[in-house]
């Protein structure tokens, strides 16, 4: 059971690329986010899915786009990278009435 | 929507001391309160967590505690040991509220225990 992971665990973009950011998880959990992480600012929510097919924006969603197209599955897309999108970027999955959210290893992105 | 705080930002302590970490929220249906522990390099994860309708939990050396009336809740860490170091994040949300059941973490608390 190798719970949420994430690929790739570092990159390192030039602005105006583009990526994807995968997140897969094998406990068949419903509910799928994605957060970034920078220094002092917490965990932000920037997309979110409650299931297949299902996507809707969180706190801080501009430039971002994700698709859930397997539940097990949730992307993360930059169409065109800026270097305020350096930052290191978690998954987390659960299950509708569990509260508990698991979070994958995290992806380190840099954009210069 | 929710805003979670945390403080203070930074904690030292001695080892086998008490750390005591604070954090308020302002959505007063906020329901559900987890505390997550993240170590250098690594992923947050849950150590302990609380709901509105009881007012401690302890779990070994970790206990949580919650006033509703004044709207914060507090971690508290006894004994603390070196490997207790580590980054604390606090989070609220609205148990039961199903797809609009979001966490709303605070910035963080970075605990240093000294040897």
């Known amino acids: 059971n190798a719970g949420v992971t994430q690929t790739p665990k570092f990159r390192v973009l030039k602005t105006g690329q583009s990526m994807t950011l995968l997140c897969a998880q094998d406990?068949?959990?419903?509910?799928m986010y994605w957060y970034r992480q920078d220094p002092g600012m917490g965990l932000r929510l920037i997309h979110y899915s409650v299931g297949e097919g299902t996507t809707a924006k969180g706190e801080v969603p501009d430039g971002y786009n994700v698709s859930r197209l397997k539940k097990q599955n949730f992307l993360l897309g930059l169409e065109s990278a800026a270097p305020s999108q350096t930052s290191v970027y978690f998954c987390?999955?659960?299950?509708?009435?569990?509260?508990?959210?698991?979070f994958g290893p995290g992806t380190r992105l840099l954009v210069l | 929507g929710e805003n979670v705080e945390q403080h203070p930002s930074t904690l030292s302590v001695q080892e086998g001391d008490s750390a005591v970490i604070k954090c308020t929220y302002s959505d007063s249906a906020s329901n559900y309160f987890p505390w997550y522990k993240q170590e250098l390099g690594k992923r947050p994860q849950l150590i302990i967590d609380i709901r509105s309708n009881v007012g401690e939990k302890k779990d070994q050396r970790i206990a949580v505690t919650l006033n509703k009336t004044a709207k914060h809740f507090s971690l508290h860490i006894t004994e603390t040991q070196p490997e207790d170091s580590a980054v604390y994040f606090c989070?609220?949300?609205?148990?039961?509220?199903?797809?609009?059941?979001?966490?709303?973490f605070g910035k963080g608390i970075t605990l240093s225990v000294r040897p």
């Open positions: 987390a999955s659960r299950n509708p009435g569990q509260e508990t959210q698991y």
């Open positions: 989070a609220a949300s609205k148990s039961g509220a199903g797809a609009n059941s979001k966490l709303t």
């Open positions: 406990m068949n959990h419903e509910y």
